[in-house]
């Protein structure tokens, strides 16, 4: 491993194809972050056969074994330690944090999220775009904070939303542009230029 990347790792709940675009970006020794570690909360979730195939390690832990959401976060909380991480992506993870989690990973826990927040919170997300009517939508980073979607923005994509789309059309076209989104705002806060600072998004 290169000595001074940040040492990172990607939560995910199923097929992890943001998981794959950011471990190609990561290949790049002079990329300033490296995927450690894979963690899912779905046993057999195909992301970690991605991440087991491109050699990272992985851990797999099913919350439906911990009594509280607190109780599987302060499990979840040991293993990102043990593997000495100092910074989360989250990608397609299922689960809500408890808030002593996200405190704690305070500025170093990124999500992306298929809209243009702070338009289209919480789940099915493309319906939401698709019943509005919009004409654009597309794709954000965020640093989490304990309100759901609510986190200070890194980076955003628009993508148009054309005539006769589907949800599963829609879906595809955002996919597209979140794999060329998810790596560069992991670059940027991986680098420094980006910092969570009294609850804002600072640039530098």
Not at 76 to 85: N, Q
Request: one cysteine or more.
């Amino acid at each position: 491993m290169t000595a001074g990347r940040v040492r990172t790792a990607i939560l995910i709940s199923g097929r992890g194809t943001n998981l794959a675009a950011l471990i190609n970006a990561c290949r790049d020794p002079s990329f300033p972050a490296e995927i450690v570690l894979v963690f899912s909360n779905v046993e057999g979730a195909e992301g970690l056969k991605r991440a087991e195939a491109a050699g990272v390690a992985t851990r797999a832990l099913s919350h439906k074994n911990f009594t509280s959401r607190e109780a599987f976060d302060d499990a979840v909380d040991r293993i990102l330690r043990e593997a000495k991480v100092s910074l989360i992506c989250e990608a397609g993870f299922m689960r809500i944090h408890s808030e002593a989690f996200v405190r704690r990973w305070e500025g170093r826990i990124l999500n992306i999220h298929p809209s243009l927040l702070p338009a289209f919170k919480g789940t099915k997300v493309h319906q939401q775009a698709l019943d509005a009517g919009v004409r654009v939508s597309g794709c954000t980073v965020h640093f989490i904070v304990p309100e759901l979607d609510s986190g200070p923005i890194i980076a955003q994509a628009a993508v148009p939303v054309l005539t006769g789309d589907t949800v599963e059309t829609l879906s595809a076209r955002i996919l597209e542009t979140e794999h060329k989104l998810y790596p560069e705002a992991l670059r940027l806060v991986a680098e420094g230029k980006v910092k969570l600072v009294n609850g804002r998004a600072v640039f530098s």
